[in-house]
């Protein structure tokens, strides 16, 4: 008989679900599986930090619909991972993480002061769907296939195994063990209730003004072409959340693009609202007066995996708890039966026009601004104008999210990149890598603040080495610029805001990138074509006027938002 060890079978059984790269900082422990990995081609990419190979493979997922792995060292490895979990975890994200540990028998051991060893388990099981020990080879091929279908079902979700190390080298006899296809053990969501399904087709036949809100779930659905199927036959209107920017072409006549702050007036017009993959939280307003219609004038079908999400910050009418293609496409067959399609309500080509037109009343001027330094209108504006309509845009920052929500224009499913639910300040720079490596033929830009951008400015090396070609555009003001404003109302302060004055571009080289500097509007598109034409990973630090970027379009809207919360 074959004799295999720990690594070897931990590889096998993570081919066999589809997961095709590792994130990982190379480490003794791990050895075993790198060594299985090279010899299986399964790519293994070499961050700078742990947490930053959490976002590259969480932005694989989301800009693929094909998990990742990353994997860490123990102890202090596996707590550089959690900020990234965390991250995922509020995002809805699958990523398939693997920490070493100690070995087995030192996890009962009574002594104190264990060198690299601490509780990993516990510590990620609130941030994870699923969080084990893998206590004998054998048992690996049964703790991958369950963290993968917990990962993968529902609302999806980062998920972790640990190995202590004699289990990586541990070795069994081939024959007895079985890793089989995922076809036999992971199960798709299925079809909403028929009836439920019917009622929701009726309802929407004879709305007077339907809405459809789509949530970040479309995009894990893979349902943005049954989404855009259903709006067209029922001419209604088309809203996203933040997070799912692009699950309908944004330069279509019935969309109105992210629903906050833009889609304020429909929310308060329509009769029948359409909610897909969606939490209804905080940035949609949890669909409640003021930003919504009341609920007696108001009705909502909500369409989730989760059923979980439904009903709890605005209550439904019509649950339908099922699969969102699999949903969208019952709820068009089902309308179909009952009506012909109609042409776009005239509220829907109404606010749909009026969005276009406002949004170019807002960013084209802002072409025009030739102020030095920069108006950072002018370099979102310039950034949208110059990146193909099939680029991942990745953002990062606060202010300069803002800047980026209200110039560009998302055409594409799975195409943006963004914390929408969790804010988590650092990602752009390994969101841009992740989505790079998923996507080679694909261009991909970052727009990214300068704090921001210095969160993960050390993966500028991996980027580097690995050779990964991407754009990275730093709205740099020296300073946290959507704090000032509100320090400043809150408390009469502003300390700590500013930052030193520092030459990202020289750092870019320095890493072994293209840099590039510009502080006038006439070096901005120069810049960013020599950039590209470099050929990879290209770093241009543009200086923008601090005291125009501390108040973007939608900043009092969103810290609105933010405050009514705390009231």
Known sequence: MTRIDGGELMIRAMQAEGIPVIFTISDIGQSPMLRSAENAGMALIGPRHESAGVHMADAWARSSGQMAAVA??????????????????????????????????????????????????????PVTKFAATVESASRIPEFVREATRQALSGRQGPVFLELPTDVLLEEVDEDEVTISDPVHHRFTPGTPD?????????????????????????????????LLQLAEFLGALVMTSAGARGAVPEDHPQSVGMSFPWGTPAHLQSDVVLAVGTQLGETVQYLSPPGWADPAVQKVVHLDVDPTHIGVNRSVDIALVGDAKKGLAALLAALRHRTEAREPIDEASTYAREYHELKRALVDPYLTIDSAPVHPGRLAAELAHFISDDTIVCIDGGNTGLWAHLAMTINHPRSLLWTGHFGHLGTGLPYA???????????????????????????LETAARVGIPLLAVINCDYAWGMEEVYMQKVAGTTVGVKHSVVRYDEVARALGCHGELVDKPTELRPALERSVASGGPAVVQVVVDDRENINPPGLDDFTGMYAAEST
Not at 99 to 113: C, H
Not at 209 to 222: S, T
Not at 433 to 459: C, H, I, T, W, Y
């Open 194 to 226: 028929a009836e439920a399904i019917a009622a929701a087709a009726e309802m929407l036949a004879t709305a007077r003004f339907p809405l459809i809100l789509a949530g970040h779930g479309v995009h894990r659905g893979d349902a943005a072409t049954e």
């Open 72 to 125: 860490a060292a123990a102890g202090p490895g596996v707590a550089n991972m959690v900020p990234g979990l965390m991250c995922a975890w509020m995002e809805g994200v699958p990523v398939f993480a693997i920490g070493t540990q100690r070995v087995r028998r030192s996890l009962q051991a009574i002594r104190r002061g264990r060198f690299q060893y601490g509780p990993q388990v516990d510590v990620l099981k």
């Open 433 to 459: 890598m992740g989505a790079k490596l998923a996507n080679p033929d694909r261009p991909v830009v970052l727009f990214s603040g300068d704090g921001a951008f210095g969160f993960n400015l050390q993966e």
